[in-house]
């Protein structure tokens, strides 16, 4: 992902879920002190994310996709599947947790 550090969602020491436990603002100086779950999108694999973020460039064309990958058809559809898969055993949980 170019870099860019994605927050982690499980702890080092255990791999039980983390959660965010402070919000600042840069600019203000102001917090928000809690427990807050990571947003569903934020939960997956970074490689689960950077396909989402070419998938929503392409405008959702499985065919573009399978042009930008390099892979056939079928396989950007299971791909995509396996991502809604996950995508809903992370929502379940989360909307549990409320």
């Not at 870099?3 to 402070?22: R, T």
């Not at 807050?36 to 064309?61: H, W």
């Amino acid at each position: 992902m170019n870099g860019i550090k994605k927050i982690p969602v499980n702890c080092p020491a255990c791999s039980s879920k983390l959660d965010v436990a402070k919000l600042s603002c840069a600019s203000c100086g102001t917090s928000v002190e809690g427990s807050f779950s990571l947003p569903i999108l934020a939960q997956l694999p970074n490689e689960d994310i950077d396909f989402l973020l070419e998938f929503i460039k392409t405008s959702g064309s499985l065919k573009e996709m399978a042009k930008f990958t390099g892979h056939s058809y079928p396989k950007v559809r299971n791909t995509l599947d396996d991502i809604i898969k996950r995508l809903t055993v992370i929502e379940k949980s989360y909307y549990k947790e409320d």
